[in-house]
């Protein structure tokens, strides 16, 4: 297999009823501060590399990667070379739950897939130039 596209930073979601109270317990309690406001996802820097990200999780929303409803956690590969890791996937035979997608709502291009124990996992480029980037790792 070719080699692995680069990842530079991780960044694990977890969903919440209630973003006010959980960006105060990130932020004053965990003393952890905003990397970047999506509205409905608030992304909490942990190091350079390490983020935390908290969404709002609507019961009027559907379940679906990517959008609406979500239970569990979303682990994310931050990466400027999605198309690069969906080939990569697709050609290992994973599963593909969302081919490389645009999502307007939070400037980002990604792409979902599922691990053997069906947790989703994304690889995602941030387009806002907000996010805090860091360069590509040495070999």
Not at 35 to 48: E, W, Y
Not at 67 to 90: F, M, N, Y
Not at 102 to 128: C, K, M, T, W
Request: aromatic share 10%.
């Amino acid at each position: 297999m070719d080699a692995r596209p680069p990842a530079t930073q991780l960044v694990t979601f977890l969903y919440t009823p209630d973003l006010a109270a959980s960006r105060v317990f990130y932020e004053a309690v965990l003393g952890l501060d905003l990397a970047l406001d999506q509205g409905s996802c608030l992304i909490f820097s942990v190091t350079r590399e390490a983020f935390l990200g908290v969404c709002a999780n609507s019961a009027t929303q559907q379940d679906s990667p990517g959008h609406g409803r979500r239970k569990g956690v979303i682990v994310t590969l931050v990466s400027d070379e999605v198309d690069a890791w969906h080939d990569r996937l697709r050609a290992a035979g994973a599963a593909i739950e969302k081919p490389p997608t645009y999502n307007a709502e939070y400037d980002i291009y990604h792409v979902f897939v599922r691990d053997p124990a069906g947790y989703l996992i994304e690889i995602q480029q941030f387009r806002s130039p907000d996010w805090p980037r860091v360069g590509r790792p040495s070999a």
